[in-house]
Nanobody, 121 residues
Framework: VQLVESGGGSVQAGGSLRLSCVAS????????MGWFRQIPDKEREGVAA???????SYADSVKGRYTISQDNAKNTVYLQINSLKPEDTAMYFCAAAYINSCPRTSDGYPFWGQGTQVTVS
């Protein structure tokens, strides 16, 4: 599966963004789909994931502000981010794993997009 993210940008604190991850080559319903973020010199941090059964999990740090969803007809996974804060500034990556239970760490995901930058000021 190939993944392409979009939707990042520069926004003011308090604003919202919706990131998109379009998949090709396979159907996202067969995968666990995760969103990660990374700032320079830090490890990738998982923020949200949705498994094959539609079960969703979030990192504690983003609960209430981040929402992951998927549209199987469009083969796309979304990450809605509300009430943006400067600490949300990062490169955001979409990832896929052909596995029942979503991995908790980035090394469990073999498929990655190129990332989309979110900058909050």
């Amino acid at each position: 599966v190939q993944l392409v993210e979009s939707g990042g940008g520069s926004v003011q604190a308090g604003g919202s963004l919706r990131l998109s991850c379009v998949a090709s080559g396979d159907t996202i319903g067969r995968y666990c789909m995760g969103w990660f973020r990374q700032i320079p010199d830090k490890e990738r941090e998982g923020v949200a994931a949705i498994d094959r059964d539609g079960e969703i999990s979030y990192a504690d740090s983003v609960k209430g502000r981040y929402t992951i969803s998927q549209d199987n007809a469009k083969n796309t996974v979304y990450l809605q981010i509300n009430s943006l804060k400067p600490e949300d500034t990062a490169m955001y990556f979409c990832a896929a794993a052909y596995i029942n239970s979503c991995p908790r760490t980035s090394d469990g995901y073999p498929f990655w997009g190129q990332g989309t930058q979110v900058t909050v000021s």
